[in-house]
């Protein structure tokens, strides 16, 4: 089992950048695909990005693609969201995951273990 906080979450004018990280616990970290997700008020949760095990292949929703990048430190346990020219519509709770398969999925139903979120709000 595994458990995940994140941090990283603030407010911050559109156009703007945040780093969002997430903290695993155990020493099994490099066993698991982890995956950013987001929701917003309202929505149902949805896929951001995903790294597999060793970091080697991500994919992105197209939303974010240019502007996200996903990346993973096995030795500090940790994965990490880089969002660059943030939108007001990026405004939302977002959500670390770690699933036991070796692949990337964007599906909220392939994740084994969820963090708590962290919100990012993006004003205009």
């Known amino acids: 089992q595994v458990q995940l906080v994140e941090s990283g979450g603030g407010l911050v004018q559109a156009g703007g950048s945040l780093r969002l990280s997430c903290a695993a616990s155990?020493?099994?970290?490099?066993?698991?695909?982890m995956g950013w997700f987001r929701q917003a008020p309202g929505k149902e949760r949805e896929f951001v990005a995903a790294?597999?095990?060793?970091?080697?292949?991500?994919t992105y929703t197209d939303s974010v693609k240019g502007r996200f990048t996903i990346s993973r430190d096995n030795a500090k346990n940790t994965v990490y969201l880089q969002m660059n020219s943030l939108k007001p519509e990026d405004t939302a709770v977002y959500y670390c995951a770690a699933r036991m398969e070796a692949a990337n999925t964007m599906l909220v139903r392939g994740y084994d273990y969820w963090g708590q979120g962290t919100q990012v709000t993006v004003s205009s």
């Open positions: 790294i597999v095990r060793r970091g080697g292949s991500t």
């Open positions: 155990g020493r099994t970290f490099s066993s698991y695909t």
